[in-house]
């Protein structure tokens, strides 16, 4: 009997996350696939893929973006890979502080780093003005296809350093032994042995730095000027100034899926051809550099951290400075701070309770498709696990402009609710906490759970009282993760929001586009803080001090 209700209450959950996955997010999808062949007429069309690449002006969007894209992916490996190949094998003075500062850079809103270059280099950048006064020499602005490359990189190669450091801690450090003792050392080793063996988490790298790239629109929409990419397009035509074309929109959309998806399953194919198993009995232990070299990896290490981080400290010293509107003033106080505040009054609340309920969804629903995916394992499982990673393929934006064209109207309206926020939030950030989960899971014996169950305990309370705290290290981990990730996101909640349910992250966009750079700067301060906040957490609960994917 008890067998037989336990039996049920997984058919229901199995059941009712299906379903939610259907309602919100199949259907969502099925809505920018239905308007993108509805034609003006309201008959079945494909003019409006076919307006999109007949004329130069879209189609160069796609090229633009992939231009972006491609050196973004490049430059990250090219920076990111040696950085940590230098800080796992080598003795780096201060590597506990150079990690916290790597993960704040990996951690912030793409769009905040570009409004703090424009202030470096921008036209009357504080760094170009200096120059032009110092030499008389004007230096390449900020603005176009190579500042969006530079910003990009910079916040994005923390992403390739955290997955490769993860994978060269899986590295036995007898194979590095028996290639020194070959004479493969140096610069030939790095390339003819740990790449190899770091090659799968490589590629998750280069597609996850691919996805983020390709679907950031708030760095182009600040700084690109004339170079206009594809999720700046999408945006445009959706909620454009002069004028909106949701069938355009959703056939962008649509062509934005088809990319991704595509490029997901090349990397899926790569990985399944370079993969291995690979388990560090005897893990790689630092040693100190001699040298020259020493010197080199030092001055590498902290010149890529301070450039990346550069931006971040440049905008919490910008936020004390007096500012009127738009000017800054002599002198320093926390006036950008209270009347950022004051103005964006519901910002700083709304981030915590959209984010928060977000959060507990997120956390709830991970811990249930983990077991469900690993311990339960079925068609109706596998079809969950497959659903939940879509939006790991979908651009925030997309996601967005799918919610809005699937509940605007009866019988389900949620446009312009709180509810649509936390929906999207959590259909964005579940991956995260869904991937760790079943990680931790998979390591867990389910002999630990079947001793419970012989000892008395019934399924239930074996899988809350045993399972869940042994899961315990990896939930953290995937949770902190995406609040962090709920508390920055942009590219969704443009879309979404309205004056009531406008967030942290929102407020200071809204200031930047204003020119209200002090004000934004002072809300930026409070949004690293909590990043900073988040990470201790992480550090208090986690039980290892050092943080990879």
């Keep these: 009997m008890a067998r037989r209700k336990m039996f049920d209450i997984w058919s229901v959950l199995y059941v009712a996350i299906f379903a939610a996955y259907a309602i919100f997010l199949l259907y969502p999808m099925y809505s920018i696939l239905r308007n993108s062949v509805i034609g003006e007429d309201g008959r079945l069309t494909l003019q409006w893929f076919v307006k999109f690449f007949s004329a130069k002006y879209y189609s160069q969007t796609l090229i633009h973006s992939f231009n972006v894209t491609i050196w973004t992916t490049i430059l ?33 809103a793409p769009f905040i780093g570009a409004y703090a270059w424009i202030q470096l280099l921008g036209r009357m950048g504080v760094v170009t003005v200096f120059i032009r006064n110092l030499t008389g020499l004007t230096i390449p602005n900020i603005y176009g296809f190579n500042g969006i490359l530079l910003v990009l990189t910079l916040q994005l190669f923390p992403l390739v350093f955290l997955y490769v450091s993860g994978a060269l801690k899986n590295i036995d450090n007898s194979l590095l032994e028996a290639s020194d003792n070959l004479g493969c050392t140096g610069v030939k080793r790095f390339f ?66 088809l990319i991704t998806a595509a490029f997901f399953m090349v990397q899926r194919a ?23 070299f020493k010197v080199l990896i030092h001055f590498y290490t902290y010149f890529v951290v301070g450039l990346a981080f550069l931006p971040q400290l440049y905008i919490v010293y910008q936020s004390f400075q007096n500012t009127s509107g738009k000017l800054f003033k002599e002198g320093y106080s926390f006036s950008s701070y209270t009347t950022s505040i004051k103005r964006m009054s519901d910002a700083i609340p709304n981030t915590f309770i959209i984010g928060g309920i977000a959060l507990v969804a997120v956390v709830l629903i991970a811990i249930v498709i983990a077991y469900l995916v690993v311990r339960r394992s079925n068609v109706v499982t596998t079809a969950i696990d497959t659903m939940s990673m879509l939006p790991y393929i979908i651009p925030g934006s997309v996601v967005g402009i799918a919610l809005v064209m ?23 950030r579940l991956p995260y906490t869904i991937r760790s989960s079943v990680a931790i899971l998979q390591q867990i014996p389910i002999t630990i759970e079947e001793a419970a169950i012989s000892l008395g305990a019934s399924k239930m309370k074996t899988f809350f009282r045993i399972t869940v705290p ?43 586009t204003r020119g209200n750079y002090g004000y934004a700067a002072a809300l930026a301060t409070v ?22 994917f």
Excluded at 498 to 504: E, G, V
């Design 76 to 108: 990250t490996l090219i920076i990111g890979v040696p950085l940590a190949y230098f800080y796992n094998m080598y003795e780096i003075k201060g590597k506990a502080f150079i990690q916290v500062l790597i993960i704040l850079c990996s951690m912030s």
């Design 192 to 257: 003819k042995v740990v790449v190899p063996l770091c090659m799968p988490t490589i590629l998750a790298a280069s597609l996850l730095v691919f996805m983020r790239a390709f679907a950031d629109f708030g760095t182009p929409l600040l700084i690109g000027e004339g170079y206009r990419v594809f999720p700046v397009e999408i945006y445009t035509q959706f909620l454009g100034e002069t004028g909106t074309d949701y069938s355009f929109a959703a056939a962008i959309s649509v062509i934005a899926i």
């Design 270 to 292: 790569l990985s399944k051809r370079f993969a291995f198993t690979m388990n560090a009995l005897h893990p790689i232990e630092r040693k100190p550099a001699k040298g020259m």
């Design 406 to 428: 699937a509940f605007n109207k009866k019988p389900l309206v949620l446009t312009g609710t709180v509810a649509i926020m936390v929906i999207a939030l959590c259909i964005r």
């Design 470 to 512: 042994m899961m315990s290290n990896g939930i953290i981990s995937g949770a902190i993760i995406s609040w962090v990730t709920i508390i920055t996101e942009l590219s969704t909640a443009i879309i979404l929001y309205n004056s009531k349910t406008i967030t942290l992250t929102l407020a200071i966009y809204t200031f930047v």
């Design 527 to 548: 949004l690293t803080a909590l990043t900073i906040v988040s990470l201790m957490v992480f550090m208090k609960f986690s039980k290892s001090k050092e943080i990879t």
